[in-house]
Structures are given as C-alpha cells and as structure tokens.
C-alpha cells in the first residue's frame, strides 16, 4: 500500500480514537465529579446516616447555592467548605444535574409513632405550602426534601438554624417561630419524627 495513503488512515483512525476517548471522558465527567460526594452522602447521593444528609433529588439551583455558600465560608462546615474549594461553579452544575436526577431512598429509622403522627398535623399547617407532597417534593422555593431524611442530621441542622449559626428563609422563620410559640420546643421533635417516619419511596 503506498505510504501516504496508510499515513492517512492511521491519522483517521487515531483522530476517530481520540475523539472516541474524549466523548467517554465527557460523557463521565459527572461521575469522576460526583464520586467524593458520594463516599459520605452515599451511592447516587442516598446516605446510609445517620448524620450525613441524603442529596438525592435535590434542587439544582439550591445544590449550586449550597456549595458557593460552602467555597466562601458562609456556611459553618467540618469538611464542606474545604472540599467545595476544588471545583468551579461549571463543576457544581454539572453535580447539580446529576444529583437531582437520582432517586432519593428512604431507609427505615427508629421513631416515636406518637410523635410522628403530631408532627403530621403540624407539618401540614406549618411546612406543607414549601417542603410539598408531606416533604417529600420541591415547594416554588425549591425547599429540601425532608420525608426520609436521617433525623440526626435534622436535629443538627435544626440547632444550628435555631442558634443562628445557619441562616433560614424568612418565611421559613416566621412559620418555625409560630410553631414553637403555639406549640412549644417539643414541635420541632414531632415534626423530626414524622419526617424519619416515611420510609416508602415518594
């Protein structure tokens, strides 16, 4: 075979496998992105507790909030804001996009009936209208999910809201403010517990 022709479909081939290789890395980057995240928030963002929230299904534009808030000290964190400092904002969407895809698994946790069946009626007259479908779906703000989610880190986040430690919406403020004021501390345990309590997939 003449040697131009074969140095030209060696330079076709080796073109097609380039761009072979760089559609596979492409096509992998949410992965090779996600991965650190999910040796604590767990496989495709589901966490197995009990103080590391799940991330599955979340809100893409509160994801991307989250960890600039993260990468600029806003949030006080153990880990997060130094992780968050080694990925771009084009990083975050790309995670974004992943994890909101990805079903969110409820495992079953240990919880007081009695009190799961209060924080029902004052999640429905207090929470409902943003933390949707029994905290379970996205209100217009793009609330967290709340049903499933491990009750340690609730309590956590709860007491940091609470000592101001973590900002919160203002209505979300209101709302909890006139929870506790009716309904006294113990509310904000119910409601703990009717959020651990839904166990089946949403």
């Not at 496998?17 to 890395?25: D, G, K, Q, V």
Request: include cysteine; charge should be positive.
């Amino acid at each position: 075979m003449d040697y131009k022709i074969t140095s030209r479909i060696l330079l076709l081939i080796s073109g097609l496998l380039l761009a072979t290789t760089i559609s596979a890395n492409e096509d992998n980057l949410p992965l090779m992105l996600v991965n650190n995240c999910m040796v604590c928030h767990g496989f495709q963002g589901s966490s197995l507790g009990p103080a590391t929230p799940s991330i599955a299904g979340i809100d893409k534009k509160d994801f991307v909030e989250t960890m600039e808030a993260y990468k600029k000290d806003e949030i006080p964190s153990t880990i997060m804001g130094r992780i968050a400092k080694g990925y771009t904002n084009a990083d975050f969407q790309i995670m974004a996009k992943y994890f909101s895809k990805q079903a969110f698994v409820r495992y079953p946790q240990q919880v007081n009936l009695d009190k799961a069946k209060q924080g029902a009626v004052l999640h429905k007259e207090f929470c409902e209208k943003c933390h949707q479908n029994s905290g379970s779906s996205f209100g217009d703000e793009g609330a967290s999910i709340l049903a499933g989610q491990w009750m340690p880190y609730l309590r956590f986040n709860l007491a940091d809201i609470r000592a101001n430690v973590r900002e919160m919406p203002k209505k979300m403020k209101i709302r909890m403010e006139k929870m506790v004021k009716i309904h006294g501390e113990d509310s904000l345990e119910a409601l703990i517990h009717f959020y651990g309590s839904q166990t089946k997939p949403k």
